[in-house]
């Protein structure tokens, strides 16, 4: 059976940081692409990060760029969001997700994904 389970979230100062976990079960999990998404309230889930299954490729939204990192260590089928800089704006409950893949590539449509995690809450005090 194939979980994905997050951890890490919490509440903090605007400036501040977290680091989100994303702990994979029950897959091979070299083979998969790894992604993060968010869902702040009223809004639609969106796209934040995504990195390849080998991990040397990444790509994040624009809003996140600079402050964001994401990261996989396949020895721990775990991948993590470093989070730095946080904003208001980034307050949402974060959600990993993976999909297998027999391409390096990374994705970041929703629909690319088919494994996703329960989420976790990030919020950010201004």
């Known amino acids: 059976q194939v979980q994905l389970v997050e951890s890490g979230g919490g509440l903090v100062q605007a400036g501040g940081s977290l680091r989100l976990s994303c702990a994979a079960s029950?897959?091979?999990?070299?083979?998969?692409?790894m992604g993060w998404f968010r869902q702040s309230a009223g809004k639609e889930r969106q796209f934040v990060a995504a990195?390849?299954?080998?991990?040397?490729?990444?790509y994040y939204t624009d809003s996140v760029k600079g402050r964001f990192t994401i990261s996989r260590d396949d020895a721990k089928n775990t991948i993590l969001l470093q989070m730095n800089s946080l904003k208001p704006e980034d307050t949402a409950v974060y959600y990993c997700?993976?999909?297998?893949?027999?391409?390096?590539?990374?994705?970041?449509?929703?629909?690319?994904?088919?494994?996703w995690g329960q989420g976790t809450q990030v919020t950010v005090s201004s």
């Open positions: 990195i390849n299954r080998r991990g040397d490729s990444t």
């Open positions: 029950g897959v091979t999990f070299s083979t998969y692409a």
């Open positions: 997700a993976g999909t297998h893949s027999w391409l390096n590539i990374y994705y970041t449509k929703i629909s690319d994904y088919n494994t």
